[in-house]
């Protein structure tokens, strides 16, 4: 079974410094993987997509994956309150759909 | 550009009722997905559609029905309701089968 593990947190960081979220996946062939965030009581928003080994960034997100050790993190740097939230790290097992982690809770603290 | 419209946002239903959600993908989109989320856990695949064919469909029961309009809107249909069935139905819609995901904002669905 293809699985996607996160630690479900919840994680607090102080305002301003970086906060590291991690994401282990079980299937070395996957292709596609995805960072979306989630506001209690709302939907989940992507925010970063990655598809090669390596470092994406995209402001004050970055997107880290290594296909040897099956292993994708989102770094926020920065960090702000409104970051408080959770953030689901999602995996395309190459089919149709995305397989979701339970999600970690990240609560920055002012 | 509109984002991915869900209908309705909530819904009280009873044991062994039906219910229909609706969804309306972002234009250019042809692929739509559902999702249930159950509070704690992350989205549970129920079911993909992509130019009207069903493309995928997640382990749940057959109660659980859906499909895809010519203009690419979706329905999911469920029959028989259970009180387990309570939880949030997320739509999904993306440009190509695999692709990232987006979603809308879920319709809230509590079964007493």
């Known amino acids: 079974q293809k699985e996607v593990e996160q630690n479900s947190g919840p994680l607090s960081v102080p305002e301003g410094a970086i906060a590291s979220l991690n994401c282990t996946y079980s299937?070395?062939?996957?292709?596609?993987f995805f960072w979306y965030r989630q506001y209690s009581g709302k939907s989940p928003e992507l925010i970063m997509s990655?598809?090669?080994?390596g470092d994406k960034e995209d402001g004050r997100f970055t997107a880290q994956l290594n296909k040897a050790s099956q292993y994708v993190s989102l770094l926020i740097r920065d960090s702000q309150p409104s970051d408080s939230a959770t953030y689901l790290c999602?995996?395309?097992?190459?089919?149709?759909?995305?397989?979701f982690g339970t999600g970690t809770r990240l609560t920055i603290i002012p | 550009d509109a984002g991915v419209t869900q209908s309705p946002t909530h819904l009280i239903k009873t044991r062994g009722q039906q219910v229909t959600l609706r969804c309306s993908p972002i234009?250019?989109?042809?692929?739509v997905s559902w999702y249930q989320q159950v509070l704690g856990q992350g989205p549970q695949f129920i079911f993909q559609?992509?130019?009207?064919?069903?493309?995928g469909r997640g382990n749940f029961p057959d109660r659980f029905s859906a499909r895809q309009f010519p203009n690419y809107s979706s329905e999911l249909n469920v029959n028989a309701l259970l009180l387990g069935d309570s939880a949030l139905y997320l739509c999904?819609?993306?440009?190509?089968?695999?692709?990232?995901?987006?979603f809308g904002q879920g319709t809230r669905l509590t079964v007493v």
């Open positions: 999904a819609s993306s440009l190509a089968v695999g692709g990232g995901a987006f």
């Open positions: 299937d070395r062939g996957s292709q596609s």
């Open positions: 990655i598809y090669s080994n």
């Open positions: 999602a995996v395309n097992f190459g089919n149709e759909k995305l397989t």
């Open positions: 234009s250019g989109h042809k692929s």
């Open positions: 559609y992509y130019e009207k064919e069903e493309r």
